[in-house]
């Protein structure tokens, strides 16, 4: 997947999809199926930039929320999709002072050749977010696109959203959150050396450390996969910061079931599935032990039935 940033590009013969696409969930999801289905042309994402912009501490703007997955992580949900191109507009001055119209011809037309336009009833754009779908369909004809707008989409008599989502997941809840997502919500980082404690106890752990600005679960054992070379392996993972041991770094940290290769610098991706038990600190480590057998059992049993 081509992934194109700042602005100045050219590209041609665009079937895109505009929204912010924070956690990639099934509304978003929806959008992606639209323009997915239209073949002559290119499937191309158009979302914001925000980690380029020029927000600052006292400036008044405000503070950007953690995200649910990194530019990476999206990119990997992208690509597998199907989405051949992703634009990432840059969020700073000269970009929110940019009136609507411009950003439709300059922009839209201009620089993207957007023929087919697929977005979510809500989205705005421009100074002032007065840019909305009206404007878009309005310039529809004279630019030559055309345009499908969708509504939101609900689950259980909720408007599915990202704030949903990231709601759902910051209270623990990993098993909706993985409902409105469309798949197991997942990290991915390079495999970093630890303190060595699970080879001590003969149960070596892959440590990821995740972006600051990522949202986590409360800490605490998960029923996890872990993908690693193209391949699926069951998990179970401790998020938090390792009581018994005395960190103070939040982390992820999988023990992997059946596996016993060095990995270490590789990336990996780990997919949450279902909580086991709250974060611990355990008297010693052959109770800690002794607890990693029962989560092992724990995580294999729930991940047989999924």
Request: aromatic share 8%; glycine share 8%; net charge positive.
């Amino acid at each position: 997947m081509d992934i194109i940033k700042g602005l100045d590009f050219k590209i041609q013969n665009s079937a895109v999809s505009l929204g912010k696409f924070d956690g990639i969930h099934k509304g978003h999801r929806l959008l992606l199926s639209e323009v997915l289905k239209h073949k002559e042309n290119i499937p191309t994402v158009f979302t914001f930039d925000v980690r380029s912009s020029d927000r600052k501490a006292g400036s008044g703007m405000p503070v950007t929320r953690k995200v649910i997955y990194s530019q990476k992580e999206k990119e990997c949900i992208l690509g597998r999709l199907g989405v051949q191109r992703e634009v990432l507009f840059p969020f700073n001055q000269i970009t929110r002072d940019m009136e609507p119209e411009e950003f439709i011809e300059d922009f839209l037309i201009g620089k993207m050749d957007a023929r087919f336009i697929c977005v979510g009833e809500d989205f705005r754009f421009g100074r002032g977010r007065r840019g909305n779908v009206g404007m878009l369909k309005k310039y529809a004809s004279k630019y030559g696109y055309d345009i499908k707008i969708f509504h939101k989409l609900t689950s259980k008599d909720e408007i599915i959203s990202s704030t949903l989502v990231r709601s759902n997941l910051e209270n623990g809840d990993i098993e909706r959150a993985n409902e409105l997502l469309g798949q197991p919500f997942f990290t991915i980082g390079e495999v970093v050396h630890g303190n060595a404690i699970g080879r001590t106890l003969n149960m070596p752990t892959a440590n990821l450390i995740p972006d600051n600005d990522k949202v986590l679960m409360p800490s605490g054992v998960y029923a996890t996969t872990v993908e690693i070379d193209g391949m699926l392996y069951k998990g179970v993972t401790n998020v938090g910061k390792k009581p018994t041991v005395g960190s103070n770094i939040i982390g992820v940290e999988t023990y992997i079931l059946d596996f016993d290769e060095d990995i270490y610098g590789k990336t990996i991706k780990v997919n949450f599935y279902e909580f086991i038990r709250p974060e611990k600190k355990f008297p010693n480590l052959a109770e800690l032990k002794d607890q990693m057998e029962r989560d092992k059992k724990s995580s294999a049993e729930i991940l047989r039935k999924k």
